[in-house]
């Protein structure tokens, strides 16, 4: 009996030594996943990366680019668009490009829902990367949040010295709304219209570039030109911040391109060297244009191609090889150049620091072109079953409806904006300077 007993204790106790790793398993397939602290870091500090691209660095980028008159006006319409932009981002903007309840059927193409200030988002939830790993959801959310913020500071270039504070502070908020969140959500998000085609933009392509420069075509059309131009001489009054506002906005970049990689790895590492090479080969490519037209290579030149360069790598940084981007950066910023010099003055649009010009027509050649780069032929990543031609078509319907939803948008807010606020100065506050009228003060005694 005693015997038995044993038997049927060891039987029991041999089964519960089996059962331990299974159960084992099953909780530790229960566990909800843990953000790399690696990873976290890595995006944590390319987000502080972009922040810099924002303020200091296009604040002094485009103030320098201005009449000392407008300075001020510059710098605190980039920085009241992107504090703005931050705000309603924790608002409804993060839901709308990536919240966790899309809308079904047509509507979920275009917009997600869910988590309105952020309702759903704790410290322990994660958000996915490209491959197994995740990272803190608010780390996430805080990344994209400096990318709506810079678009919308982007924009705002073209109308600098005579749209006034109010209006662009009107318009940021529905533009963000109606143009640039669902347009993230289209291209950036599992469901959406041009993620589901296929189309590669690793770091905004479309969402920022082709985006801002277009919508900021717009809204100049809407305000009319400066008074005095094109007649009336408007030089940059201090290319040595202008400069400045390129370093920062150059260093900043690496936590933008090689920071949409979510992950601190190779690919990023690919981003890292295509943004170094293709920036290069876009300022010497514009320096080029400039002695081909028979003008000197100029400072302010370096600048323009600096960001053509720029622009053009933003969605191809991971889908290139170092070839490819050199090639594609070289390329957007000649064309660059021929938009902003040739192009604008035979139709007389006044973008004033080349927003479209750079922007738009560099993020045009760089999201097209990089369904040609992405190609294993050129050193791309593309598999062997890569087709380029099909995935060039793609990238262009992702251009076309990024440019039509971006162009009718933008119209939308400008309308609704001159009927609330205005959207010029009076002309004795555009001859005064934006500086003294629309903030009381001025950047230099």
Same mark, same amino acid.
């Given at each position: 009996?005693?015997?038995?007993?044993?038997?049927?204790?060891?039987a029991s106790a041999t089964a519960l030594l089996l059962a331990v790793p299974a159960l084992a398993?099953?909780?530790?397939?229960?566990?909800?996943?843990? !953000?790399?602290?690696?990873?976290?870091?890595?995006?944590? =500090?390319?987000?502080?990366?972009?922040?810099?691209?924002?303020?200091?660095?296009?604040?002094?980028?485009?103030?320098?680019?201005?009449?000392?008159?407008?300075?001020?006006?510059?710098?605190?319409?980039?920085?009241?668009?992107?504090?703005?932009?931050?705000?309603? &981002?924790?608002?409804?903007?993060?839901?709308?490009?990536?919240?966790?309840? +899309?809308?079904?059927g047509l509507l979920g193409k275009f917009i997600s829902g869910g988590s309105y200030f952020l309702?759903?988002?704790?410290?322990?939830?994660?958000?996915?990367?490209?491959?197994?790993?995740?990272?803190?959801?608010?780390?996430?959310?805080?990344?994209?949040?400096?990318?709506?913020?810079? =678009?919308?500071?982007?924009?705002?270039?073209?109308?600098? #010295?005579?749209?006034?504070?109010?209006?662009?502070?009107?318009?940021?908020?529905?533009?963000?709304?109606?143009?640039?969140?669902?347009?993230?959500?289209?291209?950036?998000?599992?469901?959406?219209?041009?993620? #589901?085609?296929?189309?590669?933009?690793?770091?905004?392509?479309?969402?920022?570039?082709?985006?801002?420069?277009?919508?900021?075509?717009?809204?100049?059309?809407? /305000?009319?030109?400066?008074?005095?131009?094109?007649? #009336?001489?408007?030089?940059?009054?201090?290319?040595?911040?202008?400069?400045?506002?390129?370093?920062?906005?150059?260093?900043?970049?690496?936590?933008?391109?090689?920071?949409? #990689?979510?992950?601190?790895?190779?690919?990023?590492?690919?981003?890292?060297?295509?943004?170094?090479?293709?920036?290069?080969?876009?300022?010497?490519?514009?320096?080029?244009?400039?002695?081909?037209?028979?003008?000197?290579?100029? !400072?302010?030149?370096?600048?323009?191609?600096?960001?053509?360069?720029?622009?053009?790598?933003?969605?191809?940084?991971?889908?290139?090889?170092? /070839?490819? +981007?050199?090639?594609?950066?070289?390329?957007?910023?000649?064309?660059?150049?021929?938009?902003?010099?040739? /192009?604008?003055?035979?139709?007389?649009?006044?973008? +004033?620091?080349?927003?479209?010009?750079?922007?738009?027509? +560099?993020?045009?050649?760089?999201?097209?072109? =990089?369904? !040609?780069?992405?190609?294993?032929a050129l050193g791309g990543p593309g598999g062997d079953d890569f087709v380029m031609s099909a995935?060039?078509?793609?990238?262009?319907?992702?251009?076309?409806?990024?440019?039509? &939803?971006?162009?009718?948008?933008?119209?939308?807010?400008?309308?609704?904006?001159?009927?609330?606020?205005?959207?010029?100065?009076?002309?004795?506050?555009?001859?005064?300077?934006?500086?003294?009228?629309?903030?009381?003060?001025?950047?230099?005694?």
């Amino acid at each position: 009996m005693i015997r038995k007993a044993l038997g049927g204790l060891a039987a029991s106790a041999t089964a519960l030594l089996l059962a331990v790793p299974a159960l084992a398993q099953e909780v530790a397939e229960a566990a909800p996943p843990v !953000a790399n602290p690696g990873n976290n870091a890595w995006m944590m =500090t390319s987000t502080i990366l972009v922040l810099l691209m924002i303020l200091p660095g296009l604040a002094l980028f485009y103030g320098g680019l201005t009449r000392s008159k407008n300075m001020l006006s510059t710098m605190t319409q980039v920085g009241g668009a992107a504090a703005l932009a931050m705000l309603i &981002w924790v608002g409804w903007g993060y839901s709308l490009a990536f919240g966790p309840a +899309a809308p079904e059927g047509l509507l979920g193409k275009f917009i997600s829902g869910g988590s309105y200030f952020l309702s759903s988002v704790t410290p322990d939830t994660t958000a996915a990367t490209f491959s197994e790993e995740v990272i803190s959801e608010y780390v996430f959310v805080c990344f994209q949040m400096t990318f709506a913020a810079i =678009t919308a500071a982007l924009v705002l270039g073209a109308t600098v #010295e005579r749209f006034k504070f109010s209006a662009a502070m009107l318009f940021t908020a529905i533009w963000l709304t109606i143009v640039y969140f669902p347009i993230a959500h289209m291209v950036w998000a599992g469901g959406g219209l041009i993620f #589901e085609w296929g189309a590669l933009d690793f770091a905004g392509g479309t969402v920022v570039h082709i985006n801002a420069g277009v919508s900021a075509l717009v809204l100049a059309s809407f /305000l009319g030109k400066r008074k005095g131009y094109p007649a #009336e001489p408007m030089p940059p009054h201090s290319l040595t911040l202008t400069m400045v506002g390129t370093g920062l906005l150059w260093v900043g970049w690496f936590g933008f391109n090689a920071g949409s #990689e979510l992950e601190a790895d190779g690919i990023a590492g690919l981003a890292m060297i295509n943004t170094f090479v293709a920036t290069a080969a876009g300022a010497f490519s514009w320096l080029a244009m400039e002695k081909f037209a028979g003008h000197k290579a100029s !400072a302010l030149g370096f600048c323009s191609g600096v960001i053509a360069g720029l622009v053009a790598v933003t969605p191809a940084a991971g889908n290139s090889g170092p /070839l490819g +981007a050199i090639v594609l950066g070289a390329l957007a910023s000649a064309i660059a150049y021929f938009a902003v010099a040739k /192009l604008k003055p035979k139709l007389g649009y006044d973008d +004033a620091l080349d927003v479209f010009g750079i922007h738009g027509i +560099a993020g045009i050649v760089g999201a097209i072109g =990089t369904g !040609a780069v992405y190609s294993p032929a050129l050193g791309g990543p593309g598999g062997d079953d890569f087709v380029m031609s099909a995935q060039v078509i793609t990238q262009i319907k992702a251009v076309l409806v990024s440019i039509v &939803w971006a162009g009718a948008g933008s119209a939308i807010a400008a309308v609704i904006v001159k009927a609330v606020t205005g959207l010029r100065v009076d002309p004795e506050g555009e001859f005064d300077g934006l500086d003294i009228s629309d903030h009381g003060e001025r950047a230099y005694n």
